[in-house]
């Protein structure tokens, strides 16, 4: 029904950029919350950055000022930039989003595939 297909991860070197991407795809009534969450080796999965259709968005401190998140919601896409990377940045980042497929349907939280970020030099 509902599918997230991410791109954009890869290595770079420690102060560069990166630019995460996911389009949401397959049949839904609404999206409300995208967003993505992270998880390191050993790590628990932690929230990086939310935003709702309404436009308040929401950031973990550790990437607050260097992380962008946004979304085109003609494209049904969420986006990610990530500035001034840093090696504790490595991790799986695993976008989100909160949809109904249905007008009378609760709402439920679809997960992308993950897309690998390394930052390493």
């Known amino acids: 029904q509902v599918q997230l297909v991410e791109s954009g991860g890869g290595l770079v070197q420690p102060g560069g950029s990166l630019r995460l991407s996911c389009a949401v795809t397959?049949?839904?009534?609404?999206?409300?919350?995208m967003g993505w969450y992270r998880q390191a080796p050993g790590k628990e999965r932690e929230l990086v950055a939310g935003?709702?259709?309404?436009?308040?968005?929401n950031y973990a401190d550790s990437v607050k000022g260097r992380f962008t998140i946004s979304r085109d919601n003609a494209r049904n896409t969420v986006y990610l930039q990530m500035n001034g990377l840093k090696p504790e940045d490595t991790a799986v980042y695993y976008c989100?989003?909160?949809?109904?497929?249905?007008?009378?349907?609760?709402?439920?939280?679809?997960w992308g595939q993950g897309t690998q970020v390394t930052v390493a030099s």
């Open positions: 935003t709702s259709s309404g436009g308040p968005t």
């Open positions: 989100y989003a909160d949809a109904r497929v249905s007008f009378i349907d609760v709402t439920r939280r679809s």
């Open positions: 397959g049949s839904f009534f609404s999206i409300n919350v």
